[in-house]
């Protein structure tokens, strides 16, 4: 009986072990979370973070100005694939979050750190190179803003 009890108790305890592993290993496939809005920074151990001399993501976009309420085409290009990101339209003049995604593709994901849609993420840990956004201007002018 008590040989019983010990395979019980292993067995449960590999279950609570696999299980809490896939809850972790799931919880950041499926983007970045809230917490991250305000500095960017990913909350998972996991994450390698990459000198910006090593960078190899860039952001671009074909517009140089735009007016309140512009759609503006932002593309994420990569030399090496990754999974995971988040992206935000912020105000050089005080880093506040501004605009919205009107536009995602596929493996990604809205988010909303202080209005609906202000913030993309990835939905999926899929390797990624070159994404493609578009982000609308607030109808009110903001002044000049950075993607980052």
Request: glycine residues 6%; hydrophobic residues 40%.
């Amino acid at each position: 009986m008590e040989d019983g009890r010990k395979v019980h108790v292993v067995i449960i305890g590999w279950a609570c072990t696999t299980l809490c592993l896939v809850s972790y290993t799931a919880a950041f496939s499926h983007g970045a979370s809230l917490s991250a809005c305000a500095d960017m920074m990913p909350k998972h151990m996991r994450a390698q973070l990459h000198s910006p001399r090593n960078n190899y993501i860039t952001i671009h976009t074909n517009m140089s100005s735009f007016f309140p309420g512009d759609k503006v085409p932002v593309t994420v290009r990569s030399s090496r694939d990754f999974m995971g990101f988040l992206l935000q339209a912020r105000k050089v003049s005080n880093d506040e979050i501004t605009g919205t995604f009107v536009f995602i593709p596929p493996g990604s994901k809205l988010l909303t750190c202080f209005e609906d849609g202000d913030t993309v993420t990835h939905s999926d840990k899929s390797l990624k190179r070159n994404l493609s956004f578009v982000w609308k201007a607030p109808d009110q002018p903001i002044g000049d803003i950075k993607f980052l």
